[in-house]
């Protein structure tokens, strides 16, 4: 639909000019009863040619190939707007009308009067030129207070929509943005919870996704659906959990009977956490917190029941040193624990064969130990002729 004005156009222009100042004249002196008459009849009695130079219309239906925009004039009385054309017609229905080349939709009803608001009318198609034509009466159009036909976003009574120019309904992609328009078209924000999955809509109406600050806590929205996520998480390398209402959990956690520790950030610990006063291990792949006896690349650890590591004490037969490590091949005071940790009763250390060398610093209790067999001179004997007073922790294990 280019520019199809014409010097027919600007010669009838100029004439309403003139009659300008007379119409004037009777839109003041004409009174009420405008409603229910048709646009045309309402012109007879009071219309005013509104100055309007440049325009033309175009029906828009379903076939307006080689139609050609017709010259006319847009009149108003106190009934509203029409738009006349050079013969005194007037325009019905969907109309497609240029001002200075600039071309928006209107709808005129079949009385010819100029429709704003929501209009219940055609869904309009798209055509490969550019241009659009109505089929059919399913969709829900919305005019200005100018007339023009809505096209993208509109703000109707504090209420977003958006008009393809047919009202959408539902999720759609705009721009690059997720957003939702619920069954009367009115653009959601805020939480949504649509077939039991939650979203988060901006106040902008965009879906948000990934995490999200939101009312005091952090929620992950998956990065490409938007949706909420609830339970763990394993995002970007690390555990998270999430809450039942989504929200980021952080501190000391039991799932199934089993603790897990979340730092500040919400991350899931491992491994040896100095939380509260106390040291706990937590299972470097599952995260689980240790209780009771536990091995850790070989030595032994005791936490208690809450998970507190324990140190300096024993535990039955056994002995945790400062460090927390069970002692082995050690004194304690006059209990000596054997290469297990165990208490050994009446134990005696001469009746014991050690080895070792007599530059190394402490002795034996395997002539095979993997840091003594390669070694010259080894000696034999018991610990006091050893004169070493502390056991090879390798071969002790
Ligand atoms: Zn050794």
Request: proline share 2%; net charge negative.
């Amino acid at each position: 639909m280019g520019n199809v004005m014409s010097e027919q156009a600007r010669s009838f222009s100029s004439k309403w000019v003139k009659l300008w100042a007379c119409c004037i004249a009777v839109v003041a002196a004409v009174a009420l009863s405008t409603m229910g008459l048709g646009a045309q009849a309402a012109y007879a009695d009071q219309g005013a040619p509104v100055e309007s130079l440049n325009v033309s219309a175009l029906t828009v239906d379903e076939d307006v190939d080689g139609d050609e925009l017709t010259p006319g004039y847009w009149m108003q009385s106190k009934g509203g707007w029409w738009f006349e054309y050079e013969d005194g017609t007037y325009a019905v229905g969907y109309q497609y009308i240029e001002t200075n080349g600039e071309g928006e939709f209107y709808y005129f009803d079949q009385n010819g009067w100029m429709v704003t608001g929501w209009h219940w009318g055609s869904e309009f198609v798209e055509l490969l030129y550019g241009g659009y034509i109505p089929e059919g009466v399913s969709s829900w159009l919305y005019f200005k207070d100018g007339g023009a036909m809505a096209f993208g976003w509109e703000k109707v009574g504090g209420t977003w929509y958006y008009l393809d120019p047919d009202m959408l309904v539902g999720w759609w992609d705009i721009d690059g943005a997720w957003y939702f328009m619920n069954g009367s078209g009115a653009m959601e924000t805020g939480w949504l919870n649509q077939g039991g999955t939650w979203y988060y809509l901006a106040a902008s109406g965009a879906m948000q996704t990934g995490w999200q600050w939101i009312g005091g806590s952090w929620y992950y929205l998956d990065p490409e659906t938007g949706a909420m996520a609830t339970g763990w998480a394993e995002i970007d390398g690390t555990w998270y959990y999430l809450n039942g209402s989504g929200s980021m959990e952080t501190g000391w956690l039991n799932q199934g009977g089993i603790w897990y520790y979340l730092a500040a950030s919400g991350a899931m610990q491992t491994g040896w956490q100095w939380i509260g006063n106390a040291w706990y291990y937590l299972n470097p792949v599952s995260g689980a917190m240790a209780t009771g006896w536990f091995d850790v690349d070989g030595t032994w650890y005791y936490a208690n029941g809450s998970g507190a590591m324990q140190a300096s004490k024993w535990v039955g037969d056994y002995y945790l040193t400062g460090s927390g490590a069970m002692a082995t091949n050690a004194w304690i005071g006059n209990y000596y624990v054997g290469a297990d940790g165990k208490w050994i009763p009446n134990y005696d250390e001469n009746a014991v064969t050690v080895y070792w060398v007599d530059n190394g610093t402490v002795y034996h209790t395997s002539q095979n130990c993997t840091t003594l067999k390669q070694s010259d001179n080894i000696k034999s004997g018991t610990i006091a002729e050893s004169g070493k007073d502390r056991a090879c922790s390798v071969c002790a294990r």
